[in-house]
């Protein structure tokens, strides 16, 4: 070998090695012993084997700085390409300068040429502050913070992130304390995923809030994993582990389409599309006032149990998530009468409107499952803007143009019948019901109750039979299909998974075209 050839081989090699030890043994051992992975071993998780292509890998590796906090490139999931960056809190705290900014920026814009779905896995405070990619070291030059730097840095990844929000999936991990500029791309994803004890997500961090407004508050107590899941709405998921949040990850990828373009990819799990749900019948009461875990009941109609809920610790009289029907995905939205009796909410709302323009982005035929008694009453609902966020829901429903069905469990009264989109002229494919369930303005008791509640002589006898009777005629699904073209059909609880398998199918192909404008106003 020419000994230049053997010299410039060796040292390319020595990068190799300093880059692959980001920012030395001892920093990676003090992120382990915080409970922590590096930007690698997260990689290792979620990437196929030996999937991963390093673009930029010697940035920074001569000058102290590996990779200049970050690995970028692309890598594949289950056999299907994405792109991805994993930032390395090794190396400068994982803060964001000027090459670490650059390879966010043009990792988004190639996931976004290639039309393939984009991850980020976040680990850092922030800009960073002086220094390389921070402000000019010196004063000599006495210019503007933003006059040394190209369109392409971290506090822009916003603009790609916006350009390629409803054309490619775009999925965040928060794996550390990210705070400022560093919270912002992953809020414009699609999906925001949290560890217990070791994710949090702030505009400013508790020694800020503590100068600025004297108040004593904590990490967890301000941005944690269980405040965003719970509280805010911020985080779709959290976990106890990273490998569990980075596994959840390529579950919920193996749901979608790589690209706007394509439809999710079918997997077939051996469950049978002829299978009855028999069980139904002891899952649902037949009461509309009892209680029942929606979870439950859409376990029992996907494909192997297998429901990936997003958001489930927030609003949580509604769910939300992808299942399958015959290996095919569909996303499910769900009043659950067990939390808030299934009302609708103003955090719902914004849950659910969410969750159906994401299904109606990415080809995902929806699924509305109803048991509601409507729209939360209250000064505390009203004063929190109820009408501007249901209105979002009615938006989302009206601007959708992929395969809807609509299932109507036990119970639809007033304004439930507009939120679920169970009235005709809302752009619903198929209106269904189960023969136990009931709608109108009111419910059977309070419809009785309004018209014959203060009649001279009636008794609470008479006020039962009254309800009964009420159920058996003007309450009864079977009777008003018979006039109400608006109903496709009444199914059996057994008959359900069969039912819809079938019926999606039906729908499969469907061309609904809008009306061509630059874009729509949602009641943000």
Known sequence: MDPFLEKRLKMLEEARARIKMAGGQEKIDKQHAAGKLTARERLDII??????????????????????????????????????????????????GLEHG????????????????????????????????????????????????SEKHGGSVF???????????????????????????????????????????????????????????????????????QKSGVCDNRFKTEEECLLAIRKLLSFLPANCDEKPPVVKSGDSPNRSCEELHDIVPVSPSKPFDIRKLIQVIVDSRDFFEVKPEFAGEVVTGFGRLDGKTVGIVANNPRVRAGSLTVDSSDKQARFIRF??????????????????????????????????????????????????????YGGGNLGMGVLPGLGTDLVLFWPTMETGVLGAEQTVMLFFGRQEGMTKEKLAEKVEEYRDTAANPILDVSTNMNVQDVVAPAETRQYLIRAFNMLEGKNKKLPEKRHGNIPL
């Open 47 to 96: 990437l196929d084997p030996d999937s991963l292509l390093e673009i930029n890998p010697l940035t920074g590796h001569a000058e102290d700085r590996p990779g200049d906090g970050i690995v970028s490139g692309s890598g594949a999931i289950d056999g299907r390409k994405v792109f991805i960056y994993s930032q390395d809190k090794t190396v400068l705290g994982g803060s964001i």
């Open 102 to 149: 650059l390879r966010m920026y043009e990792t988004i814009e190639r996931a976004l040429a290639m039309r393939v779905p984009l991850v980020g896995l976040h680990d850092s405070p922030g800009a960073r502050a002086g220094g390389r990619g921070g402000a000019p070291a010196g004063g000599a030059s006495r210019r503007s913070f933003s006059s040394f730097i």
């Open 159 to 229: 603009y790609p992130n916006t350009h390629a929000s409803g054309i490619i999936p775009q999925i965040s991990a928060i794996l550390g304390t990210c705070a400022g500029i560093a919270v912002y791309s992953p809020a414009l994803n699609d999906f925001v995923f949290m560890v217990d004890g070791t994710s949090h997500m702030m505009i400013t961090g508790p020694d800020m809030v503590r100068v600025s407004l004297g108040e004593n508050i904590t990490k967890d107590e301000l941005g944690g994993a269980k405040v965003h899941a």
């Open 359 to 412: 299904c109606d982005c990415f080809n995902i035929p929806l699924l509305i499952l109803v048991d509601t008694p409507a729209y939360m009453p209250g000064s505390a609902q009203e004063h929190a803007g109820i009408i501007r966020h249901g209105a979002k829901v009615l938006y989302a429903l009206c601007e959708s143009t992929v395969p809807r069905i609509t299932l109507v469990l036990r119970k639809s």
